[in-house]
C-alpha cells in the first residue's frame, strides 16, 4: 500500500517533518484509494465558454468553464507507484457547480529530485508541470511552478514567456474548525487569472460536522 501523501513526503524529504502535524498525518494514512469533500468559498474561471476554445488542444479534463461562489466538491483519488517505483498520485476534482458538475483531473509523480513533482494535467496529461514543493512557516505545503509544457503527441513545446502558466497551491490547516484549506491560482502573463479555487475540505475519515457557538447554542459552520 502506499500513503496518501506519499508522493509530497518522497519530494520534500526531511522538510516534510516541517508539515503542521494534522498534515503530515493525513498525508502518511496508507489509502490507496481515497475521497474527500469540501467548499469552495470561490472556484473557476472568470472566462467562462471562452476557455473552452482550447479543448481540442488541451482534451477534457481541465478546463473550467464556470466561476461562482460557495461551490460544493469532491475529491477522489488514487495512490500507487510507478513503473519506475516513484510514488504516484492521480486525482478527479468534482466542482459542482450550479447547473453543471465539471471535472479536472491530474497524474502527479515524485521525480527523484529535492523539492520537485511532476504533474501531468487532464485526461489525456497534455499539459505537463514541474512543481516545486515547500513548507510555509505555518506547516502549510506550498506548491510553484518552476515549468510547463504542452504535450502533443510525439512533440513536446515548452510553454515560455507570454505562454507560460504560473501555478500558485497552499494546502494548510484550519486549527479552529479541524479541516484542511487549499488555495490555488493559475495565472498567464497575458490573460491574468485563468483558473482559480479557495476553500476547505476533510477526507471521508474525517467527517466530523464543525461546531461554532453562538449564545451558548451549538450552530453549524457555513
Known amino acids: 500500500m502506499t500513503a496518501r501523501g506519499a508522493a509530497f513526503l518522497e519530494a520534500l524529504g526531511e522538510q516534510a517533518q516541517r508539515l503542521h502535524p494534522e498534515i503530515l498525518a493525513q498525508m502518511s494514512v ?35 468553464t464556470r466561476f461562482a461562489r460557495d461551490v460544493p466538491f469532491r475529491i477522489d ?10 510514488a504516484m498520485l492521480d486525482t478527479v476534482r468534482e466542482f459542482r457547480f450550479p447547473g453543471a458538475t465539471q471535472y479536472v483531473t491530474d497524474r502527479l509523480f515524485a521525480t527523484g529530485h529535492p523539492g520537485i513533482v511532476q504533474n501531468a494535467l487532464g485526461a489525456r496529461g497534455r499539459v505537463q508541470m514541474l512543481e516545486h514543493c515547500s513548507v510555509t512557516d505555518e506547516g502549510a505545503l506550498r506548491m510553484s511552478t518552476r515549468a510547463v509544457a ?20 497552499v494546502n494548510g490547516w484550519d486549527e479552529a474548525r479541524r479541516r484542511r484549506t487549499i488555495d490555488m491560482r493559475a495565472t498567464s502573463p497575458v490573460l491574468g487569472t485563468v483558473l482559480e479555487y479557495r476553500g476547505w475540505y476533510r477526507y471521508a475519515d474525517l467527517t466530523a460536522p464543525d461546531v461554532t457557538t453562538s449564545g451558548g447554542v451549538p450552530v453549524a459552520d457555513q
Open 77 to 86: 483519488t488514487v495512490s500507487g507507484r510507478s513503473r519506475s517505483g516513484r
Open 30 to 64: 496508507e489509502a490507496p484509494r481515497d475521497s474527500a469533500e469540501g467548499v469552495f468559498a470561490v472556484a473557476g474561471s472568470r472566462f467562462g465558454r471562452v476557455a473552452g476554445l482550447a479543448a481540442p488542444v488541451i482534451g477534457p479534463g481541465l478546463l473550467v
Open 150 to 169: 504542452l504535450r502533443l503527441g510525439r512533440y513536446r513545446i515548452p510553454l515560455r514567456g507570454i505562454l507560460r502558466i504560473e501555478v500558485e497551491l
